[in-house]
């Protein structure tokens, strides 16, 4: 397919609007009900084009609005134009790598198309799906398709999309997150697609990071492409991650990785919401073991789990009914090539009797998810290339939003992160994106917490790991179940299910729920309350673009300590204690606006 391209290098106006970029009015409304008021620069430069029905490759920051700057103009040519009715196959096709992504831009979708009272037919479709199920959710033929490039394949090779009706009625085609889709080993289902693509269909390419991949893409698929990079993503190496967002690390022994975390957690040395990673699922469940000890609940998110769990999981997150959440980023660990795997379902015995369970080769919460309001990620394991790190780190300082992430970085691990370190740019004179070392945490914090953090870490043992992991999957099987049956007439309901549960068969022990004062030192005490001030400053909201509210300045911690290394000076010693814990008292909440 020919290949000329253009780069767009210019953003001028900054105070343009949506309309201004010739949005259509009822989408300006729906956009100004989810309380979005101003484009973002890729939305500026892109809907424009997009409108104009140029093809477009777009490298934008994670968090940038990448997905409304190809739905917005997608949605209104299908508003505006001649939608054909009685056409074989969609008239546009959404083609993103996990089964997350398709739930997560399918709901948006949705939202916008409900609020624009539109009649448009957008359905999501997914390979674990029968051929039957997929039939009928394409029969009167949608206007929309969202899926994997694996399912379109399906689709194909089944007979239930025929090559010809594609070639008909296709008229946009979007490959989100298209620095994934050969990642995750779609190859194949694109190549078996694009031949049916037709020369006049509108071919959109949104990635956060350019890679071989990117190009191999743009070269099977675009014609005449323009070139979207940004001038704040330029081309420096330091770029790719949103300049909002505060890199953090901490050396620590592979065998401390409990104890650390534990420090950084439970002396609330760090924002909530927080996300953690893990690269195994059997890490996951032993982290959320040992802190469940010290009463600190989390959820747990793996491919291990059922769709429907996972979905719902997601969505207790963002709608911030908890407030940890470990996830394993299996893209960065050997249980990806295991997969299927033997399920560890049940007992010994009763596992002899189940199916194998396969890991979901379609699961991903790393790219592309839009966690609502993560303020920290933590690196529990580091990830073993920077695209996996830039991913990671990206699920916070979302939307401008602010945000931090701390990496503990063991011995093994430092090769790993110098690399990282190198690439992402970690000069002095780079200021906040550099990845400075953790300034809140001092040794005799860390000192302070290890006898207990010990102790509790010798009971988490590998038979309870996977005993747990067992009775975690049990419930969410269950769960799933409800899941289905309940949001078959209660779509939006979220509060019917918990996962955070606590999985100890033991009650944790009332007096590692609470932190003595007296070993606490003077530092973390002190600390903790900027953290505090910080998030009471911020009242725990990150900020949206266009908001008018602003962070006061100084008034996070982290930038205002980052340069500064505390004293290191010997444990304040005081008898007082006001006893809080933040997860005690924490109320489950619903938060409306992140639904
Ligand atoms: N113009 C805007 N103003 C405010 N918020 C916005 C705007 N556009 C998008 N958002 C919000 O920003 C968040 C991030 O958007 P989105 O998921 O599209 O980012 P992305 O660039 O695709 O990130 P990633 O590369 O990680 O997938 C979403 O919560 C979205 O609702």
Redesign the pocket.
């Known amino acids: 397919m020919a290949q000329t391209s253009e780069t767009v290098h210019e953003f001028e106006d900054e105070d343009q609007s949506f309309e201004e970029l010739g949005l259509d009015a009822r989408l300006v409304r729906a ?1 100004l009900k ?7 620069p ?2 500026r430069v892109a809907i424009p084009l997009i409108l104009e029905g140029k093809d477009v490759v777009a490298r ?10 190809y739905l917005l103009p997608l949605l209104q040519k299908l508003f505006t134009g001649n939608v054909d009715r009685k056409k074989l196959a969609p008239n546009a096709f959404i083609l993103v790598p996990t089964r997350e992504l398709c739930q ?1 831009v399918y709901a ?1 979708v949705l939202s916008l198309v409900e609020s624009c009272k539109v009649q448009l037919k957008v359905v999501q479709l997914n390979s674990n799906m029968l051929a039957n199920d997929l039939r009928a959710a394409l029969a009167g033929t949608p206007d929309v398709l969202i899926a994997t490039p694996a399912c379109v394949a399906k689709c194909l090779s089944n007979g239930i999309l025929q090559a010809a009706s594609i070639n008909g009625s296709l008229e946009i085609l979007v490959l ?2 298209a620095d994934l889709l050969l990642s995750y080993g779609y190859e194949n289902d694109i190549k078996a697609f694009t031949p049916h693509v037709p020369r006049s269909c509108q071919c959109l390419l ?3 990071t350019s890679s071989a991949d990117v190009d191999k893409l743009k070269k099977l698929i675009l014609h005449n492409p323009f070139i979207l990079t940004l001038p704040e993503v330029g081309n420096q190496k330091d770029d790719i991650i949103p300049k909002n967002v505060q890199q953090f690390w901490i050396s620590c022994p592979a065998s401390d990785k409990l104890l650390y975390i534990l420090a950084v957690l439970k002396l609330e040395l760090v924002q909530k919401k927080v996300l953690i990673f893990t690269n195994t699922i059997d890490m996951s469940f032993r982290l959320k073991l040992f802190l469940e000890k010290f009463g600190i609940k989390s959820a747990v998110l793996n491919p291990e789990l059922p769709q429907n769990s996972r979905l719902h999981i997601l969505e207790e997150f963002n709608a911030g009914l908890f407030d940890y959440l470990i996830a394993t980023d299996v893209s960065q660990s050997k249980e990806k090539d295991e997969a299927p795997k033997e399920s560890i379902v049940g007992s010994q015995k009763s596992r002899r009797k189940h199916a194998k369970i396969k890991l979901d080769s379609e699961f991903g919460v790393v ?4 966690f ?1 309001n993560v303020y920290t990620v933590i690196n529990f394991e580091m990830p073993q290339s920077v695209a996996g790190y830039v ?1 990671r780190i ?2 916070t300082g ?3 939003n602010s945000g931090a992430s701390i990496s503990l970085v063991s011995t093994d691990e430092m090769d790993t992160f110098e690399e990282i370190r190198s690439l992402i740019g970690d000069d002095e004179n780079k200021g906040s994106i550099s990845i400075a070392e953790f300034p809140l945490l001092t040794k005799n914090a860390v000192e302070s917490l290890r006898y207990r953090a010990e102790d509790v870490a010798k009971s988490v043992t590998k038979i309870a790991v996977r005993e747990s992991r067992a009775q975690g999957l049990r419930i969410e099987i269950l769960n799933s179940e409800k899941l289905k049956a309940h949001f078959e007439t209660n779509p939006r309901d979220l509060d019917l299910l918990q996962h955070d549960k606590v999985l100890s068969k033991n009650a944790p022990p009332p007096h590692l729920r609470e932190v003595p004062e007296y070993l606490i030192d003077q530092t973390t005490k002190e600390a903790r309350q900027m953290v505090k001030l910080a998030r009471d400053a911020m009242g725990n909201n990150n900020r ?3 908001s008018k509210r602003k962070l006061r300045k100084g008034g996070d911690p982290l930038k205002a300590t980052a340069s500064k290394r505390p004293h290191k000076k010997g444990v304040g010693k005081s008898g007082s204690s006001d006893g809080k814990n933040s997860n005690d008292g924490h109320k489950r909440q619903r938060k409306k606006d992140s639904i």
């Not at 989810?34 to 973002?40: A, G, H, L, S, V």
């Open positions: 956009l989810k309380r979005i008021q101003k484009p973002t890729i939305q934008a920051k994670t968090g940038s609005g990448k997905t409304f700057a997560q948006e989100d997150e949104m990635s956060a790219r592309g998810i839009d609502k991913h990206g699920r979302r939307a401008y949206r673009w266009g």
